[in-house]
């Protein structure tokens, strides 16, 4: 029964119910009222406004007001006393933690900044990039994927390359062997001269930009409108060793890609072949390649017809039998029938 007045009746005695009030306002008056008028108001017993009458254990009687006002003024200087003391408990602890705070050294200079800081906004990236331009003065290592380089994207850099070019800073950029095609990269090192050495991979990393291996920024989220800053020297030290592994890989851009060994297959078919022995889908090898998805289609048709492969099945086990189920790599020459027939297992 309690609980079930607490459930209907959520108050205390300084704020009745219009029920509990009439009820115990009655009982005042009379000096008493009958236990069944207290039946839909259990609020006033668990309250001690009513209780028993000693002498008729079917009556109630009320606690006089007085005594009822008492109770409540007591119950507000005990909650205010308590507030005071939990307010001097957060003042003592504040100072403490402020003192604490005043000893403590900090982690790495203001001029370092944070050892991470995330960047929203194509804005604050770039005023982020412009300052780490400044501020560098030997070294600029990019990983630049994508495939052919669009002249809008090289032009957006060029201020800050132009610059490092003229204070004497050197720049190697990695990019995919797609990216030879494009007229406008060879435009840009041709501006650029010796300032830039390139590079080129099969695939490269997602985008990565280093700073006299103290800086680097990468990627935050999928269409680059948030980049991290990267200043921690494990986290910057780490991609640094990434990139030089990726960079011994690489094929100078003055270089021709190597010859795969195969008759009728290009070294991107190589690549493609190596990507589907892996079980990868069409758009997962276009992304990884720098390349459409309708392109690389086109090479996987060239690359069926050349093995003489009828499905999907047929070419995987044809890329295995001439060993282009591996990494891109030169082959000893090796012919390969043209066009098979169509019943071929």
């Known amino acids: 029964m ?20 009439r009820v115990y306002s009655r009982a005042v008056r009379r000096g008493r009222v009958p236990r ?5 108001v259990p609020c006033l017993l668990e309250l001690a406004l009513l209780h028993p009458d000693p002498d008729d254990m079917d009556w109630l009687v009320p606690t006089p007001p007085q005594e009822v006002m008492t109770r409540l003024l007591r119950g507000m200087y005990d909650e205010v006393s308590a507030s005071q003391r939990r307010v001097g408990s957060a003042v003592a602890a504040f100072e403490r933690y402020a003192g604490l705070g005043r000893q403590m050294q900090p982690a790495a200079s203001a001029a370092d900044g944070p050892a991470i800081r995330v960047l929203d906004g194509l804005a604050r990236i770039q005023a982020a990039m412009d ?12 990983v630049q994927p ?46 650029m001269g010796d300032a830039v050495e390139a590079r080129t991979l099969d695939e490269v990393i997602d985008r990565l930009i280093l ?28 991609l640094v060793t990434v990139f030089e592994r990726l960079w011994r890989l690489a094929i100078p851009l003055t270089a021709p890609l190597p010859d795969t060994g195969i008759e009728g297959i290009s070294h991107r078919e ?3 072949a190596a990507l589907l022995a892996e079980g990868h889908q069409d758009a997962v090898i276009a992304e990884r390649l720098g390349i459409s998805v309708r392109t690389c289609r086109a090479h996987i048709a060239r690359l069926s017809e050349t093995l003489g492969a009828a499905s999907r099945t047929q070419l995987g086990v044809r890329i295995a039998q001439v060993g282009l189920d591996g990494p891109p790599q030169v082959a000893a020459p090796l012919s390969v029938p043209r066009r098979a027939s169509r019943t071929a297992r």
Do not use: K, W
């Open 131 to 142: 300052e780490a331009t400044q501020a560098c003065t030997t070294e600029v290592l990019t």
């Open 2 to 21: 309690a609980g079930h007045g607490a459930e209907e009746h959520p108050h205390g005695a300084d704020r009745l119910c219009e029920a509990g009030d």
């Open 270 to 272: 190589q690549s493609i």
């Open 146 to 191: 994508g495939g052919i380089r669009r002249e809008a994207e090289l032009s957006e850099g060029l201020h800050r390359a132009l610059a490092l070019r003229g204070r004497g800073v050197r720049m190697r950029d990695l990019y995919t062997h797609v990216a030879r095609h494009g007229q406008g990269l060879l435009t840009y090192l041709e501006l």
């Open 36 to 40: 069944r008028d207290a039946g839909p």
């Open 211 to 238: 700073f006299d291996r103290t800086v680097a920024f990468i990627p935050a989220n999928t269409d680059r409108t948030m980049a991290l800053e990267l200043r921690h020297p494990a986290i910057v030290e780490y």
